[in-house]
């Protein structure tokens, strides 16, 4: 790592140690300590803290680095491989703003900051790790794949003259991941609709999954928009609400109808293993400091205008900003899980490894290869669909 490499990054991680990443014009307002240790003595050499206090005390994270020169040389890999991706993906030139005319400080934070944004609990507690995985994603050479086109005959009912139309692209970096699924419904004429994008990495030999985000217009009255939405709903056919302790009926029939061909797409490519990733702490953390920043506000208000009488009013209002934030989260959270629940009760196949808090703070599941089984159902049937339908000569070179 040069010397001017490793001055941004140590900047960046005292900045990160106090809220406050400025880069141009984005702030990241994200916080965590870090300590460095001397690999013999095990003794701390260099710590980034800060006394700033954030409210929700589960939010403090405290990245350990026990090997200071393998850490460094991750960075510097990881900083590379970003470089390396976004010039080979040039169209994120007008989509993504890390390109600073030329500024090489505020470009290699920005990369930086969003890093640290995607981590788990589980990757503070392996900093290298996840380091690591980071660079496959973005190394990844079996992506982008190109528009595919499936009719969705026999599939859909009324369905005969529209076309199902996938692709997986790169995508901006401030989200969560690199790549990102995407997959839309077409007719003959033009009209169009948007199935919830996927984004996911591949690392280990294993996929996983981060968000299901639905981009679709609902404010949309034309009848293809009605015929399509009107038969996504067929998923919801004979579901019993009482398969999981959950309510599996509860998510949205089109992520379920993604979710089933994006699997099918990573079963051609040889992907047997998932892990989902619920919860980035850091980005919750965003979101309860700009809370702070109205509360703060709000006390300026009360404190110029000589109401105190008003302060207990305050104080309710700060209890509910925090309370509806963690209910929020936590309806995001179980949500985005149910959608696996649901997928496992249509596709028999599939195992359901382990909860998060069980092994970790992710959520494991499993897809074998090679199964007798075929599910009769129109997930199933969107399952095998992508799943048949891409070049089989394609190898994972992990598992091979």
């Known amino acids: 790592m040069s010397e001017e490499r490793r ?38 050499i260099k710590n980034f803290a800060s006394d700033k206090a954030v409210r929700n005390a589960s939010q403090k994270l405290v990245l350990e680095i026990k090997n200071v020169p393998l850490f460094e040389d991750k960075i510097n890999t990881y ?13 994120l030139y007008d989509e993504d703003n890390i390109y600073y005319d030329g500024d090489v400080i505020a470009q290699e934070k920005y990369f930086l900051a969003t890093l640290w944004s995607n981590a788990s609990f589980q990757d503070f507690k392996d900093p290298l790790l996840f380091i690591d995985k980071r660079i496959q994603y973005l190394k990844d050479d079996s992506f982008p794949i190109p528009k595919l086109h499936l009719p969705m005959k026999d599939s859909f009912k009324n369905f005969d003259d529209i076309s199902l139309v996938y692709e997986v ?24 609709y948007l199935l919830p994008i996927i984004s996911f990495g591949i690392a280990q030999g294993k996929c996983f999954i981060y968000s299901i985000r639905d981009i679709e217009n609902h404010d949309r009255t034309d009848s293809f ?26 998510v949205s029939p089109s992520s379920i109808c993604s979710l089933a061909l994006f699997l099918g ?30 509360i703060k506000k709000l006390q300026q208000k009360s404190s110029q205008n000589h109401q105190s009488e ?27 899980l149910r959608n696996f629940q649901r997928i496992a009760y249509h596709l028999q196949n599939v195992e359901l490894v382990s909860y998060p808090s069980e092994m970790d703070d992710a959520l494991h ?6 199964s007798t089984v075929l599910d009769d159902n129109l997930v199933g049937k969107l399952y095998h669909k992508t799943s048949s339908s891409i070049d089989t000569s394609y190898q994972n070179p992990k598992l091979h």
């Open 365 to 370: 599941f499993k897809i074998p290869l090679f």
């Open 79 to 91: 900083l590379d491989a970003m470089r390396e991706f976004l010039n080979k993906n040039p169209f």
């Open 225 to 250: 928009y009605k015929k399509v939405k009107r038969s996504l709903y067929q998923v919801n056919k004979d579901v019993s609400s009482d398969y999981f302790s959950e309510r599996i009926v509860d």
């Open 169 to 192: 692209k790169a995508q901006h970096t401030n989200l969560e991941t690199p790549y990102v699924f995407k997959s839309q419904l077409e007719d003959q004429e033009g009209n169009s």
């Open 265 to 294: 797409l990573m079963h051609q490519r040889g992907i047997t293993d998932y892990e989902v990733i619920p919860y980035l702490p850091l980005r919750y953390q965003a979101k309860m400091l700009l809370i702070e920043e109205k």
């Open 310 to 336: 008003n302060d207990i009013d305050i104080e309710q209002q700060i209890d509910f900003f925090y309370q509806n934030q963690d209910r929020l989260q936590e309806n995001i959270t179980n949500k985005f």
């Open 7 to 44: 001055k941004i990054l140590y900047e960046t991680l005292e900045e990160i140690a106090n809220y406050h990443v400025s880069v141009q014009d984005w702030v990241f307002k994200i916080g965590f300590q870090t300590n460095l240790y001397d690999q013999k003595s095990g003794k701390i």
